[in-house]
């Protein structure tokens, strides 16, 4: 299997910038995804194949990377991005990492 | 519009079967690249990807549950169905069915349905 393996937690405050990672045990490609998911909802498709928008997502969201590791930016960060975010991989067997939750102070 | 839902038994015993069913309106799964998919998350945890079936009939299967899985599709009815033999306590969560696209991604989900698996 291919583990992703992601920061469980941060927090920052609204207006900031914040990265969230996703390192991959290996090579991926680009083939990276990234879903959003509040609390008692499904996932939402925020980013595909590692940098590109998923339509109707805010240009505040944005990722990067290749090979093993990837970064999904919200910059600026807003209140309802309050969530947990996770990277799912598709060059293998697909994986979802484990997610990292997103807090606002 | 693209919407999907699921159904299932809700709650089932150790060793049954679990059957479900994904019905889906705004594409077809006779249309080429199309594809739909099943993962799972128990509460609180991370997801899980459990199977997909492509609209050629090409199936991928989690190798970890491959023995126990089945995934088919009623092409004319929107349908997609996923059966897991031989349940247990672990096999209990949300499962989502899900629209994939030709990268693998996810771009619709299901609003997901609850299984417990109970003695």
């Known amino acids: 299997d291919t583990v992703l393996t992601q920061s469980p937690a941060l927090a920052v405050s609204p207006g900031e910038r914040v990265t969230i990672s996703c390192r991959a045990s290996e090579s991926v490609s680009t083939r990276m995804h990234w879903y959003q998911q509040k609390p008692g909802q499904q996932p939402k498709l925020l980013i595909y194949g590692a940098s590109n928008l998923e339509s109707g997502v805010p240009a505040r969201f944005s990722g990067s990377g290749s090979g093993t590791d990837f970064t999904l930016t919200i910059d600026p960060v807003e209140a309802n991005d309050t969530a947990t975010y996770f990277c799912?991989?598709?060059?293998?067997?697909?994986?979802f990492g484990g997610g990292t939750k997103l807090e606002l102070k | 519009q693209v919407t999907l839902k699921e159904s299932g038994p809700g709650i089932l015993q150790p060793s049954q079967t679990l059957s479900l069913t994904c019905t889906f309106s705004g594409f077809s799964l006779s249309t080429y690249g199309m594809g739909v998919g099943w993962i799972r998350q128990p509460s609180g945890k991370g997801l899980e990807w459990l199977a997909n079936i492509w609209w050629d009939d090409d199936k991928y299967y989690n190798p970890s549950l491959k023995n126990r899985l089945t995934i088919s599709k009623d092409t004319s009815n929107n349908q997609a169905f996923l059966k897991i033999t031989n349940v247990d306590t672990a096999d209990t969560a949300t499962y989502y069915c899900?629209?994939?696209?030709?990268?693998?991604?996810?771009?619709?989900w299901g609003q997901g349905v609850m299984v417990t698996v109970s003695s």
């Open positions: 799912q991989q598709s060059w293998n067997d697909p994986t």
């Open positions: 899900a629209r994939i696209d030709p990268l693998l991604s996810v771009d619709y």
